[in-house]
């Protein structure tokens, strides 16, 4: 809802720079240490990745696909994060069931993406759109890991504006630069970039950061299970977007995947 009012590149930008100047306003007044040096360095890197190129991709596909169907195919991204996290030096290793889990999890991205059973050709955009979240995925669960293990320290509230700032200011000159159609200011586009500061950024990142450093990756990558239930929900109560038995059984499919993948993980992590 909030491109409906503002351009992709600057609703990214605009989002993070107002959450992050709000959480790094908070860090001040309470009295806490923000990261430095190279801690501040590696812990802006992962911001940008995180939230820059992660929300980015997110947002530019949502031009090509509905946001329900964005959420849907958001939840592949375990699959990104836990395969990173085996093939980096030091991570877990795969098991067979954790294959077989993402085997299964790729099964249901196919019957998402495959054409009707009418005959129709793939759809160009919804292939568009998943590719563009792809790398969101990539670089939003690369970031995580690397912000994980880089244990930088500082409290989640620090981190997370460090996050948002960094990713503000980097998309900045892309917004500048990027053609795009001019703000079209509405009540509910509004109220949408104000959710997403607040809910999204504030409560809901904050959030993240706070047990990423604290649980296993297979539990953290959970929250993609609400963003999904999030979006189709809103996508279907608000622009009707359709929510047939293609999306249902891919949907089933890849949570399928996904609880086999984190059975195995959480089973590794308690026998480590």
């Not at 939230?51 to 939840?75: P, Y």
Request: charged residues 10%; contains cysteine.
């Amino acid at each position: 809802m909030a491109l409906e009012s503002f351009p992709p590149m600057m609703l990214v930008s605009a989002r993070f720079l107002i959450s992050g100047s709000i959480l790094l306003a908070v860090v001040k007044a309470r009295g806490g240490q923000l990261p430095s040096g190279d801690a501040l360095r590696k812990t802006a890197f992962a911001g940008v990745l995180i939230l820059g190129l992660g929300n980015a991709a997110l947002t530019v596909s949502e031009l090509f696909i509905a946001s329900g169907m964005a959420g849907l195919m958001i939840t592949i991204s375990p699959f990104w994060m836990i395969s990173l996290e085996a093939a980096l030096p030091g991570g877990q290793r795969l098991h067979g069931p954790t294959v077989a889990g993402m085997v299964v999890g790729l099964l249901g991205a196919l019957v998402l993406l495959a054409p009707d059973l009418t005959g129709q050709s793939l759809d160009r955009s919804l292939l568009r759109g998943f590719l563009i979240l792809q790398v969101g995925m990539a670089a939003w669960s690369f970031g995580s890991i690397y912000q994980r293990r880089q244990a930088v320290g500082g409290h989640a509230l620090a981190v997370g504006a460090i996050h948002q700032l960094a990713a503000g200011i980097a998309f900045l000159p892309i917004a500048a630069l990027v053609p795009a159609h001019p703000v079209e200011w509405s009540v509910r586009g509004v109220g949408a970039m104000i959710y997403l500061i607040v809910f999204g950024s504030i409560i809901g990142y904050t959030s993240y950061t706070y047990v990423l450093e604290r649980l296993p990756v297979a539990v953290v990558s959970i929250h993609s299970y609400l963003n999904c239930v999030v979006a189709v929900v809103l996508g279907w109560l608000v622009y009707r977007e359709p929510f047939g038995w293609r999306e249902g059984s891919a949907m089933g499919i890849i949570f399928l995947g996904v609880a086999i993948v984190k059975s195995q993980s959480l089973r590794g992590s308690r026998d480590a």
